[in-house]
């Protein structure tokens, strides 16, 4: 008798990321990963809002896997904000500190920070005058 086929092994890794929505000259693809900045984990469905410096928004929410992609035109800058309730409105990216890497306490400490308003992070620019650039976005829990 045959034996069964071996079972595929899983794919090692997390996955890959989203596709890049299609771009023109005046536009940048910005894509990533959504963490909780507690546990580290991917956040699914978080809502951000990139608010341009001229007063333009985009928006785009992270799939269930914490994954986002979103077009933006070029500009002098962006904040990114979270409109999900059970995160601050204030994100971090990872062109400030490598947050992954900050111990527990030191999260605790921007989570504090960013649950009261006392911190900003630096708005993104297209720095590489590239199509796309890659950044993960973290947020800060509310509780």
């Not at 890794?13 to 023109?24: C, E, H, I, K, R």
């Not at 341009?52 to 990114?80: M, P």
Request: charge should be negative.
């Amino acid at each position: 008798a045959a034996e069964p086929a071996p079972t595929p092994a899983a794919p090692k890794g997390p996955p890959p990321d989203l596709p890049l929505p299609t771009v023109d000259p005046s536009r940048w693809a910005l894509y990533g990963r959504v963490y909780d900045l507690s546990s580290l984990a991917p956040a699914p469905n978080v809502m951000l809002t990139f608010r341009a410096s001229d007063g333009s928004s985009f928006s785009a929410t992270s799939d269930q896997l914490g994954r986002y992609a979103v077009a933006l035109n070029r500009s002098t800058g962006y904040d990114v904000l979270s409109d999900d309730p059970n995160f601050a409105r204030e994100t971090f990216h990872e062109t400030d500190i490598p947050y992954a890497r900050l111990s527990e306490p030191e999260r605790a400490d921007l989570i504090q920070n960013a649950r009261t308003g006392d911190i900003h992070s630096t708005p993104l620019t297209d720095i590489t005058g590239g199509d796309s650039f890659r950044l993960d976005l973290f947020v800060a829990p509310r509780r």
